[in-house]
């Protein structure tokens, strides 16, 4: 009996043992997962790795005696700072700082002043009124429709430009055939609308109502030479006309006829009328500013 008793006493004690020393095993893994980096990551190959107890060997010894916790840490300062230094390297994703700036896109530049929708007016009378188109345009840059000219891209397509129309000299009353570059001339008077619209207030400066007239070829007097309007308003030039800036030559009666064909209002002062004119005539060549957005550029580069 007595040896029975002491066989169970030595297997309670090895029981014991075992699990005082599977307690301590345990304890001493989370106080290290805790405390240090895993020793699994060894950047500097120099720095040894300590290695960790399995359990097999752990429950084969009789004790075990965990380590003394400390404040310092158990590795050296060798193997702390090359670790900091190669996180530095690796890092594949930058600050914002160290990225150059996006570039700011310029926004495109305003239409010009003519493309610039307005409300429309009540016409309805008018256009009920309105005679028939003509049967042959009377100029090759013009429509069938009474005083309208065609756009700048069908005009340039075409190879149309050039602008000529009849002028007479006032002082040897000799008559010529004066052109005029369809582009530049253009571009010119686009310009000045631009520039000079807000100060324009819907009258015409005096620019156009008292038009520079270009010298004679003949005789050689300066500012004599006037175009020869027609009579017949159907077959008057307006695009020679609005390339020579020489509207304000027009009779009133005729400046409200073309008015008239466009729906605009045509009543009040001369120089409103001829305001509207050139209004009007920059928007049949360019209604959506387009081309003349297009010309700028051009010259820019």
């Not at 060997?57 to 965990?66: A, P, Y």
């Amino acid at each position: 009996m007595e040896s029975f008793l002491e066989e169970d006493l030595e297997i309670k004690e090895t029981e014991e043992n075992r699990r005082k020393n599977v307690f301590g095993y345990e304890e001493c893994c989370l106080c290290l997962s805790l405390s240090l980096r895993p020793l699994w990551h060894n950047p500097c190959p120099e720095t040894p790795v300590i290695p960790i107890p399995t359990p097999s060997q752990s429950l084969s010894t009789t004790s075990f005696s965990s380590p003394p916790m400390t404040s310092q840490s158990p590795f050296p300062v060798e193997f702390i700072v090359p670790y900091q230094q190669v996180a530095q390297q690796v890092n594949s994703y930058p600050s914002e700082s160290s990225s150059p700036p996006p570039k700011s896109i310029p926004p495109p530049p305003p239409p010009p002043v003519w493309a610039i929708p307005r409300r429309p007016r009540n016409r309805t009378a008018v256009q009920r009124n309105r005679k028939p188109d003509l049967a042959v345009a009377p100029y090759e840059w013009a429509t069938k429709k009474r005083a309208t000219v065609h756009k700048l891209d069908y005009l340039v397509s075409r190879q149309i430009l050039n602008v000529s129309g009849e002028v007479r000299c006032k002082r040897c009353s000799r008559s010529f055939e004066l052109q005029y570059n369809l582009l530049e001339k253009f571009r010119e008077i686009g310009i000045f609308i631009n520039q000079n619209h807000p100060i324009m207030l819907d009258r015409a400066p005096s620019k156009w109502m008292s038009p520079n007239f270009p010298n004679c070829r003949y005789c050689g007097a300066e500012k004599s030479v006037k175009p020869c309007i027609s009579a017949g308003k159907r077959s008057i030039n307006w695009l020679f006309l609005f390339l020579g800036e020489m509207i304000g030559c027009c009779k009133l009666k005729q400046l409200r006829y073309f008015c008239k064909q466009q729906n605009e209002h045509r009543t009040g002062a001369k120089d409103r009328v001829v305001y509207s004119t050139y209004f009007q005539l920059c928007g049949q060549l360019d209604p959506t500013g387009e081309f003349f957005s297009s010309l700028m550029n051009s010259d820019e580069q």
